[in-house]
């Protein structure tokens, strides 16, 4: 059966670093768009990076510059890397994947149970 597992996640001062990870069974990332997502209470969720075929990535305007998605050279774990981060970064962060391209709304229908960040000031 088809299983993602976030871990990395914790509490963290404003400005400090964490990466999370995503490990895959069942799947293979070259044939997935993969993708991270997160929410936070009141909020509805949001995406906040994808990575599709040929390791094409795109991200949310909010996290440009500071958070990198990656997988590693076995194809089977997805990464996030989050730098400079902000309060405003504090939430439950999701692992998603689907088969075949990544877009813009894209619908997903394979979820990890998520790793909550908290980001203190």
């Known amino acids: 059966q088809v299983q993602l597992v976030e871990s990395g996640g914790g509490s963290v001062q404003a400005g400090g670093s964490l990466r999370l990870s995503c490990a895959a069974s069942?799947?293979?990332?070259?044939?997935?768009?993969m993708a991270w997502f997160r929410q936070a209470p009141g909020k509805e969720r949001e995406g906040v990076a994808s990575l599709g075929t040929h390791s094409r990535a795109n991200y949310a305007d909010s996290v440009k510059g500071r958070f990198t998605i990656s997988k590693d050279t076995t194809k089977n774990t997805l990464y996030l890397e989050m730098n400079s981060l902000r309060p405003e970064d504090t939430a439950m962060y999701y692992c998603a994947a689907d088969r075949g391209y990544c877009f813009r709304d894209r619908v997903y229908n394979i979820w990890g149970q998520g790793t909550q960040v908290t980001v203190s000031s």
């Open positions: 069942g799947i293979t990332y070259s044939t997935y768009c």
